[in-house]
Structure formats: structure tokens, C-alpha cells
């Protein structure tokens, strides 16, 4: 869908998929600190004096210097939530984002976020498109989680470099070098020996042109999640791995392969000096 204007007024932009689960475990995967952290970015949700959401923290960089901070100003379990930030700057116009949650089923349910700016200037619209482009990614991730893994302890961990552009060039190396190049669905794909270990299923895959990433469903080295993708910005083509573990075994082999990977995208990818490295 495109930018559009809102019924209660302001610009907007919706995204919406059909997952599996129910209402109440698919509103869990979206609304509370370790759900939402399973399959997009660590968050929390700080509770007011009665025990309800008040502001929910999203940290996009290890160090809290992309933090996005919202203050809840509907909550709805399970059916929706709404919070408003001011995420574009202090004189921007504010941002509310909607969650919402509808069943379509006994076993799955819609998800559909909107982001409405606090304007009816076009100006902003590039923003929404952004968004927009955006949440499609990560919610393959939430489907796949949701599919795979629903309501089992998660931890998560970044490896984060950088390459020259061209972006296509980059991607196809990078690809190349993790063995995922070509990749397609359903596939079964594994690294090279010389690199710590990835092995799993091929679950999704960027579709458009100018769209770089992959998603592995992981059998090793846990069961699991691996989003890997390229973005390109500016001067730059920044190469990124989240892995996401699930289940009893997700904390220790985080321990032990997260500062592997980290480790060997600093080697083979170093960050540009003004950026900061992940830790």
C-alpha cells in the first residue's frame, strides 16, 4: 500500500502479513520486551504503576545511540497498541505507530502496522516509503519465528561490516563467501569449512531488484535464525548477520559463536572509521 492520508488525519503507511498462531500468542510476539526482541531488535516495554505499557525502547546500535523511544498511548491486549514518538527529530511532527492483531483463524492471525506522521504535507512521504520498504524483511522473520520457534527463550547478537559499492558487487560477494549466493527457497545451504559454522534452510529471499538478503532457517550452530542482508548507504555497502537462537542450548552457543562472527566480519569487513564497530 502506499503513503496514503489517514482517516484521523496525517500521512501514513500500513504493512500487514498473516502469521501463524493464535491471537494471544501472535499479540505476545509483538507487545512484550522478549517477544518482539525474538525476530526484529532488543526492546523493551516499561510498565506503569497498574502494571500496563507506558513506553517501549527499541535499541537499533549496541552502544544506545539509535535508541527509538515511544510512549504508549493506546493498549489493547490483544487487539492493539499504539505509541507516539518523535523519532524524526525535535521539530519534526510527531510519529504514531499501530500494532494490530486480528485472527483470521483458529491457528493464524494478521498483523498490520501503520506509522502515521502528524502532517498533511508530502514532505515526510520518503520517510513512510522507507517504513514501508522496510517491515516486509523483518516480518518474514516473524513468520518464520512464529512458525518455528513460538514463545521459546531467544537470544540474539549482530555481526556487522562494511564493502565498497557497488551494492550488487558487494552482496554477491559477501554472498559468495558465505555460501549463499544464488540462494533459493528451500534450499539447504552451509558456509565453508573455514568459517564458523551456518548450515539450515533457505526460507526467504529478497525479491526485488536492488534488495540483497537471505534467511536461514539454522540447524547449526543452533536452532535458529539468520538474517543476512546488505545496505547500502551512502559512500558505503554495510553487510549485516543477525542471528537469532532459540531454546534451551540458545544462550551458550551464543556465547561461544557470537564474538567468532563478530570477530571474522572485522577481519574480512572492516567498519569505515566514522562508524563505530559492534563490540
Not at 49 to 78: C, E, I, L, Y
Not at 251 to 269: D, F, H, L, T
Request: charged share 20%.
Amino acid at each position: 500500500m502506499a503513503v496514503y492520508n489517514h482517516p484521523a488525519g496525517g500521512r501514513a503507511v500500513s504493512v500487514s502479513i498473516t502469521v501463524p498462531g493464535a491471537a494471544e500468542q501472535v499479540w505476545d510476539a509483538i507487545a512484550t520486551g522478549p517477544g518482539i526482541s525474538s525476530w526484529f531488535v532488543p526492546t523493551e516495554f516499561e510498565s506503569g504503576p497498574d502494571g500496563a505499557p507506558v513506553r517501549v525502547v527499541s535499541h537499533f546500535s549496541p552502544d544506545g545511540s539509535m535508541d527509538a523511544v515511544a510512549a504508549v498511548v493506546t493498549w489493547d491486549p490483544p487487539r492493539c497498541f499504539r505509541a507516539a514518538s518523535a523519532d524524526l527529530g525535535p521539530d519534526a511532527p510527531e510519529v504514531i505507530t499501530e500494532w494490530r492483531v486480528t485472527p483470521v483463524s483458529g491457528s493464524t492471525a494478521r498483523v498490520e502496522v501503520t506509522h502515521i506522521i502528524a502532517t498533511d504535507s508530502h514532505d515526510w512521504d520518503a520517510q513512510l516509503e522507507q517504513w514501508e520498504g522496510g517491515w516486509p524483511w523483518f516480518f518474514q522473520i516473524l513468520r518464520l519465528y512464529l512458525g518455528e520457534f513460538p514463545s521459546q527463550p531467544c537470544v540474539a547478537f549482530r555481526a556487522m561490516g562494511a564493502a565498497a559499492p557497488p551494492a550488487d558487487d558487494a552482496w554477491e560477494a559477501f554472498a559468495k563467501t558465505l555460501g549463499i549466493a544464488g540462494a533459493e527457497p528451500g534450499a539447504r545451504r552451509a558456509a565453508p569449512p573455514e568459517h564458523p559454522p551456518v548450515r539450515g534452510r533457505v526460507a526467504h529471499v529478497a525479491p526485488g531488484e536492488g534488495d540483497f538478503g537471505v534467511v536461514l532457517r539454522l540447524d547449526d550452530p543452533c536452532a535458529g535464525i539468520l538474517s543476512a542482508f546488505a545496505l547500502p548507504m551512502g559512500d558505503h555497502v554495510y553487510l549485516v548477520l543477525d542471528f537469532f537462537f532459540y531454546g534451551t542450548q540458545a544462550a551458550a552457543a551464543a556465547e561461544r559463536w557470537a564474538p567468532r562472527w563478530k570477530g571474522w566480519m572485522r577481519s574480512g569487513y572492516p567498519m569505515p572509521p566514522d562508524t563505530t564497530p559492534e563490540p
